[in-house]
């Protein structure tokens, strides 16, 4: 881990544990008439979206001030600055209302709001990321087929883990039973272990 995200962890880390939100358990939610686990706010590596969020102006043919970018399970907030400080218009969602008032408070010139990623439209963004929100692999796959079933051709999801039927399906072109096809895209930094899939029809 380099030097300047171990001190925004370091820093994060004091800001979430003065308010009691360092340790929260998992966090219920409903699908589908089910309660599910989520994850609470663990983090991912902030210098591989940094390297992700560079090639986005290239992969999307997009001038960056033109680019809305989504981050699904914002927590705090930090990735959705990181995408603002690029140019582009940053949103955050997140399913605990505590992250999200504290999201606001801390990164002000972004948006968040309170939502369940499930509920969510995504019709309007560029870019949706997120860094697994649960673990639930038919989650995983739900959650991905609502968000590229709805984002326009060309646009992308950037993601730290997608669903074993996804990686199945991902040699070259995956087709989706609901009609859309994707492609990993190509990246030119590393970019660690994040995946840029943009939806092609
Ligand atoms: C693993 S953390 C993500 C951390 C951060 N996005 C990152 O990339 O470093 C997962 C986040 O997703 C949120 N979350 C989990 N399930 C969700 C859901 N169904 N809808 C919205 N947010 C959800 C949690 O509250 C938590 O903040």
Redesign the pocket.
């Known amino acids: 881990m380099n030097l300047s995200e171990k001190i925004v962890r370091r820093l994060e880390d004091f800001i979430l544990a003065e308010r009691n939100l360092k340790s929260?358990g998992n966090?219920p939610?409903e699908?589908d008439g089910n309660i599910?686990l989520?994850?609470?706010?663990?983090?991912?590596?902030?210098q591989s979206?940094i390297a992700a969020l560079g090639e986005l102006e290239r992969i999307l043919d997009k001038p960056i001030c033109e680019i809305q970018f989504l981050?699904?399970?914002?927590?705090?907030g930090?990735?959705c600055e990181l995408a603002r400080l690029t140019g582009m218009k940053a949103s955050?969602?997140?399913?605990?209302p505590e992250?999200v008032n504290l999201a606001k408070r801390v990164y002000p010139d972004c948006t968040f709001s309170h939502?369940?990623?499930?509920d969510?439209d995504y019709t309007s963004f560029d870019a949706v990321?997120?860094?697994?929100?649960?673990f639930n692999d038919y989650?995983v796959q739900q959650?991905e087929e609502r968000v590229l079933s709805q984002l326009r051709l060309g646009a992308v999801l950037i993601v730290?883990r997608i669903s074993e039927a996804m990686s199945e399906n991902l040699r070259g072109e995956a087709r989706s039973r609901h009609g859309y096809s994707v492609q990993r895209a190509a990246v030119e930094k590393d970019i660690g272990r994040l995946i840029i899939l943009q939806k092609l029809k």
């Open positions: 929260v966090i939610f699908h599910e989520a994850y609470p706010y663990i983090r991912a590596s902030n979206l981050e699904v399970g914002c927590g705090i930090t990735k955050g969602i997140d399913l605990l992250y939502a369940n990623a499930m969510c990321y997120y860094h697994v929100p649960f989650l959650l730290t």
